[in-house]
DNA sequence: TCAGCTTGTTCGTATTACGAACATCCGTGC
DNA sequence: GCACGGATGTTCGTAATACGAACAAGCTGA
């Protein structure tokens, strides 16, 4: 089977389901419900097609009715229960997690490299923060200005690294954030040699950050353990000296049982 | 619009997408990985038509391709995103389970209703049991043989809960599960009078559980929070006068902020 | 009440998805 | 090493499916 992926166009694409998928995909946290009309702008569609996408959705159970409006029905985490479940770590991880939460007070996540992001796969939220970490799992941050990302990054083989920074957009969120690849390559070959990386402030002002690659005893990466902060709360003495050895610690702990 | 939906050949249901999404969710628990012919014979199509779609969905970046093996990518937590980002009680509800476990050392959960199914929409895990509960969000499980479930359908007006049971297939799990509609409908309306309700080892073996309902200021049914424990090591007194008056605290301090 | 805008729906047909059949690959046994 | 059979990969004629222009119905504000 040829490496290189079918295009919209080709014979073999579903087109119908691309644009299902697409229509699945318009609610977001901004559009939690929509009319028709607004699906269809949303996605760009022509509204008898949006529809038609909206009423099989319907007719599945992914999708509810209020009104003239629809939203998504819970039906919709089943499409994402499976990969889920395949991870048979993840309990475990979510265990290890939830001891540091319960131990530092500090939110805590796996995350994964998927395409130019890192997406939550397991988390562990902190308690009674007024600075309020909104994620939730199979939420989707560039990988290029988060922690995990780049320690995922700093795994990677050379020649994927280089051809990932080649097509990489540095869209600076904050004043601190990195805005050209050469320094940026600079903090990943860092990465790579600590073994963890930090980044501070530069996905969003007071979010300070440090993780960690977690691997299996027969060193598969399962993906980048980290613990998100507040930098007002948390100095860079503190998260070097307690919260990276702790990271490191359930890291190596993973390592121990997983195969 | 009409309330009742589109069937499957009516014009407006799009059929390429139906069979598109068959094919996400024969990747499950068991089958998380497979080869086109594998895809092919789980979803009960022919071998071409499933390629188109695995196809597809490889090229939309849902699936990727091992070999000749295809598994899905983080990427379909995506799709269940939305769902989880447009409830705004989330974050808070994760806290108050997370403090749950933290105190009691227990699982706990917000469930919702749909279809037959109780949908885990929000979970924290209890850390170091050696008897596991191995559920994640997106895990589905029958209504009718969960606290979560009983104490939902019990919230719901007589004339959707006849005809609810109506329809319910009750397949026992255990030997002490309920076998027919009479006596569950008794525990349904005994959880309504109550307000909670209680499974006893009816949906596992040694899986003990006491669930309440959840509402707004406004009286809209969030979902139902649940304990689940095991039966060889709490007794009913503890559920009933630890556990049970924790979750009914939490079910009021949501209720308090929730509009 | 009426007009205008939004939402809901229909149906002729262009295009798309279908599957039978052919092509290629891989593993096993001699 | 080679042949064979089964599994996997792919093509292409065409049946049928999804498309969108246009009509129908509903809603809201003046």
Redesign the interface.
């Known amino acids: 089977?040829d490496?290189s992926?079918?295009?919209?166009g080709d014979r073999?694409?579903?087109s119908?389901?691309?644009?299902?998928?697409e229509v699945?995909?318009v609610?977001?946290?901004e559009?939690?419900?929509m009319t028709l009309s607004e699906v269809a702008a949303q996605a760009n569609m022509d509204r008898a097609k949006a529809?038609?996408?909206v009423?099989?959705?319907?007719?599945?159970?992914?999708v509810k009715?209020v009104g003239?409006q629809f939203?998504?029905?819970?039906?919709?985490?089943?499409?994402?229960?499976?990969?889920?479940?395949?991870n048979q770590y993840?309990?475990v991880i979510?265990?290890f997690l939830?001891?540091i939460?319960?131990e530092l007070g500090e939110s805590s996540s796996l995350g994964?490299l998927?395409?130019q992001d890192v997406?939550?796969?397991v988390r562990?939220?902190a308690?009674?923060r007024l600075m309020?970490i909104?994620l939730?799992?199979?939420?989707?941050l560039p990988a290029v200005y988060t922690s995990m990302g780049r320690v995922l990054l700093s795994q990677l083989p050379d020649t994927e690294l280089d051809s990932f920074l080649d097509s990489a957009e540095l869209t600076p969120f904050t004043p601190y954030a990195i805005k050209s690849v050469a320094p940026l390559k600079e903090e990943i070959l860092k990465a790579r040699s600590q073994g963890f990386a930090i980044v501070d402030q530069e996905l969003d002002s007071g979010l300070r950050s440090v993780a960690v690659p977690v691997y299996t005893s027969r060193n598969v990466l399962l993906g980048a353990l980290n613990i998100s902060t507040n930098a007002a709360r948390v100095d860079m003495e503190t998260l070097m000296t307690v919260y990276l050895p702790r990271l490191q610690d359930v890291a190596a702990r993973v390592r121990a049982i997983a195969q």
Chains 1, 2 share one sequence.
């Open positions: 089977m490496e992926s079918l295009k919209p073999d694409f579903v119908a389901l691309a644009s299902g998928l699945l995909q609610f977001d946290a559009h939690p419900r529809r038609r996408f009423l099989t959705l319907h007719a599945l159970g992914f009715r003239r939203e998504l029905t819970p039906k919709v985490l089943q499409l994402g229960y499976a990969y889920q479940a395949s993840r309990a979510e265990q939830g001891d939460t319960a994964v998927d395409g997406v939550y796969v562990s939220a308690r009674h309020a909104t939730s799992v199979g939420t989707r």
